[in-house]
């Protein structure tokens, strides 16, 4: 039998079960500042109290920083992970490409997030999708249009013979992706390196 905690005038209640933490994440860096403003205004337009954190594209990040208290952000804290986002992008690209950095999403402070690329205009509350990433545990924005299919898959997947035919009809977008802390995690991406 649980606990009860007595209030004012007699009546007993359960005491209060924090709920799982919930937040957004945008990457950004000062060569998209144009882009992160209007993001960072329809956002907190339409979620004035939803928290939300910066994930650093690249270290110049100072001029969107300057923006930190007019829009109410954080700041990703959690350097090694960076760090190691940055050296899977190397084994693909020769060099850090700063969109790797979804990657560690998944081990952030938040239980439930929301990862908005900058380039989006928010027209509406996100309350809506923390429903829905309780049911599914993963949800990205997609289309099966085939024009941007070159965004998605490298011709070579064709011939690799690892994905079904619908499969590679489907192309998900990560510029809008919504989940849960560790369904994903870094180790099982590095893991995985090898193969792809």
């Known amino acids: ?17 924090p709920g799982p933490t919930r937040g957004v994440y945008f990457i950004a860096s000062d ?5 992160t403003i209007a993001f960072l205004n329809s956002f907190r337009m339409h979620n004035p109290d939803l928290p939300l954190c910066l994930v650093p594209f690249s270290d110049c990040v100072d001029k969107t920083l300057a923006k930190q208290s007019a829009f109410d952000f954080s700041v990703w804290s959690d350097h ?3 760090r190691r986002c940055d050296a ?7 060099s ?6 979804k990657l560690a999403l998944w081990e952030g402070c938040y239980d439930e997030f929301v990862y908005i690329d900058v380039d989006t205009v ?5 309350d809506f999708v923390f429903p829905l990433v309780r049911i599914f545990g993963l949800l990205t924005s997609h289309s099966d249009i085939p024009s941007i299919r070159k965004w998605v898959w490298k011709d070579s997947i064709e011939t690799a013979r690892v994905l079904t035919p619908r499969q590679l009809r489907f192309s998900a977008s990560t510029g809008f992706v919504a989940s849960v802390r560790g369904n994903l995690s870094l180790d099982e991406a590095v893991r995985k390196l090898p193969k792809l």
Not at 1 to 17: K, N, S
Not at 88 to 94: A, L, M, R, V
Not at 96 to 101: A, I, K, L, N, S
Request: charged share 15%; net charge neutral; no cysteine.
């Open 122 to 126: 928010v027209l509406t509350s996100l």
């Open 31 to 35: 060569e998209v500042l144009e882009f």
């Open 1 to 17: 039998m649980g606990m009860r905690m007595p209030l004012h005038r007699g009546i007993a209640t359960e005491p209060a079960v």
């Open 88 to 94: 899977i992008s190397t084994q693909f690209h020769g």
């Open 96 to 101: 850090p490409t700063g969109q790797y950095r």
């Open 80 to 82: 090694s992970a960076l």
